[in-house]
């Protein structure tokens, strides 16, 4: 039997205020998969992450996860929006690291990391804070477990907050921007961090700027345009040989 994709999207729309931001969104990310989005900004990249997140539901379509939509309850015929007991269930199962860290100022790097154990998952603290400093060791963070973010370079918060996703066990990963609001020698840091995780198998869905990381670590590149997927590709294809013009321009406009 064919296993279904970790990740499926189908014709994802969402508006505000009556102006079209997804437009019919349809993608696939399969097992151990890193997809990578680019996009001008505005194209409606961080408003899908949010969807599939289940930050904020859509206005149509639907999001599969390992074959079983989420973010609704009931079947064919009497679909619903699934209540905020349920969605904060599903949403263990996705991580997400956002542009802006997002960390909890009042608290450390191991009790950021444990936040979502003992508060959404009711692991017993001991076994929480075991697994936080666990998990910090693989970011390479063990010297700062008892930092406070304000203590950090934006390099390790970030690290901080991709430890915090991680222990949650998801089963996909997806990362806004993840590198944007970093100086540009604490980039290098995160983007090995994240290299390492998708060669450990992760799936990840990547929206960035990087360009290199891309190219190097995605094994499909897709342009977000206006709301749409233009296209999408292997990176040898998608950056050597793009189809479409707007691609193309949008590559130009990188380098
Ligand atoms: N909560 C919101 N209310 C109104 N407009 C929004 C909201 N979130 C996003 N938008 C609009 O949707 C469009 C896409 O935004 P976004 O997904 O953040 O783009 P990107 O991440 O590609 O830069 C933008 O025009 C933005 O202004
Ligand atoms: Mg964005």
């Not at 998952?121 to 075991?130: D, I």
């Not at 360009?211 to 999408?232: P, T, Y």
């Amino acid at each position: 039997m064919k296993t279904p994709p970790l990740l499926e999207v189908q014709n994802l729309h969402k508006s505000y205020n009556n102006v079209e931001v997804l437009g019919g969104v349809d993608f696939t990310v399969r097992r151990g998969q890193v997809k990578a989005l680019l996009g001008p900004s505005g194209s409606g990249k961080s408003t899908i992450l949010r969807m599939i997140s289940l930050l904020e539901p859509a206005d149509s379509g639907t999001i599969l996860l390992d074959g079983e939509p989420i973010g609704v309850i009931g079947g064919r015929v009497d679909v619903r929006p699934a209540p905020e007991r349920v969605l904060a269930r599903q949403r263990t199962a996705i991580g997400m690291v956002f542009q802006k860290f997002n960390l909890f100022p009042h608290l450390d790097a191991t009790r950021n990391v444990m936040s979502g154990l003992t508060t959404v998952l009711k692991v017993p603290k001991k076994e929480a804070r075991e697994q936080a400093l666990e998990m910090l060791d693989r970011v390479g963070l063990s010297a700062r477990a008892h930092a406070y973010p304000a203590e950090l370079s934006g390099g390790q918060q970030q690290r901080v907050a991709i430890a915090r996703a991680l222990v949650m066990k998801p089963k996909l990963m997806l990362f806004d921007e993840p590198t944007s609001a970093l100086d540009p020698e604490l980039v290098r840091e995160v983007l090995d961090v994240m290299e390492k995780l998708a060669s450990d198998g992760m799936t990840m869905v990547v929206v960035t700027h990087e360009m290199r990381f891309a190219r190097s670590v995605a094994s499909e590149v897709a342009l977000f345009d206006s709301g749409q997927i233009v296209e999408q590709a292997p990176p040898d294809r998608f950056f050597d040989a793009p189809e479409h013009e707007r691609t193309r321009r949008f590559l130009a406009h990188m380098h």
